[in-house]
């Protein structure tokens, strides 16, 4: 079996039409949803990630503001920052670029962010969100991944479900998320990297989740024909080519959908930071 492509960018478009289409009914109400993306320090990994940022909120006319720091800023001080930004009503979303430098540890910082100004869906109040299940807004590759699930039209129900990895930006959001449609929800198994067999658990899959960014971790022999893939981890090598968890060519003889390296989860999470900027400027409408 040769799988279909789950391309991400094609799921990304269609949300980007959506926000787009409600971003042209708020403009002309005189409204421009506002975006500060707080940098401290200057990391190289960083810059590209905020070039794509603001291309991207630009395109789909969101004010991107970024808001360096100097790279000795205090916890304290960043916190002080964070807290004018939530009084700010001139901001709509706050997305803080990681990594932060040392000394400066992220949680206390998601913590301030106010929930009804958090794009990435990081405060605990909008991951705490996410056991009850119809949130909308939440960490932006967890739903990204969600989204990708969907536009299969599978039935999920009752069918295993293998995340691999247990972060709390992906793997435990996902396995959170794939438990809210309740009784239509898939039988839930997450691996981390104490998990003994993995093997055992891959094996059984019909949907694999996988977001450890270690390539040749799964072997493609494990995939369950038929399966449904979904590609997160990804290394990206110095010869500039990138490799997911488990080998795309190979899984993709077995699999009856997959994501590709490139144009798979990638662009459906950024398409979700707008939807969720989006998101945080109607709910201060309200
Ligand atoms: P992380 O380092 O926080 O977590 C890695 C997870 O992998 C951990 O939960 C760990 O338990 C698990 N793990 C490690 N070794 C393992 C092993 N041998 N067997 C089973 N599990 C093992 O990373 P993260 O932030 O969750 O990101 C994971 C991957 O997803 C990375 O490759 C990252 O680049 C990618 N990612 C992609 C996007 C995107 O939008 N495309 C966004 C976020 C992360």
Known sequence: MAAQLLDGNVV??????????????LKARGITPNLAAVQVGDNPESKMYIGMQKKNCESM??????RPLPTDTAESGLIQYIEKLNEDKNVNGIILQMPLPQGINPRNIQRVISPRKDIEGVNPANMGMLFY???????????SVMELLKSTGENL???EAVVVGHSEIVGKPVAILLLQWLMDSPTVTVCHIATRDLELHVRRADILISAVGKPGLIKSEWIKEGSIIVLVGIKRMPDG???????FEQASAKASWITPVKGGVGPVTTAILLRNTLEVTKRQLE
Not at 61 to 66: D, P
Not at 133 to 143: D, H, R, W, Y
Not at 241 to 247: E, L, R, S, W
Request: proline share 2%; charged share 25%; with cysteine.
């Open 61 to 66: 006319g969101i004010t991107y503001n970024l």
């Open 12 to 25: 990304a478009q269609g949300i980007k039409d959506a926000v787009a289409k409600e971003i042209e009914a």
């Open 157 to 159: 129900k009752g069918r």
């Open 133 to 143: 299940g119809s949130q909308k807004i939440g960490p932006c590759t967890a739903l």
């Open 241 to 247: 080519t990138a490799h997911g968890d488990v080998d």
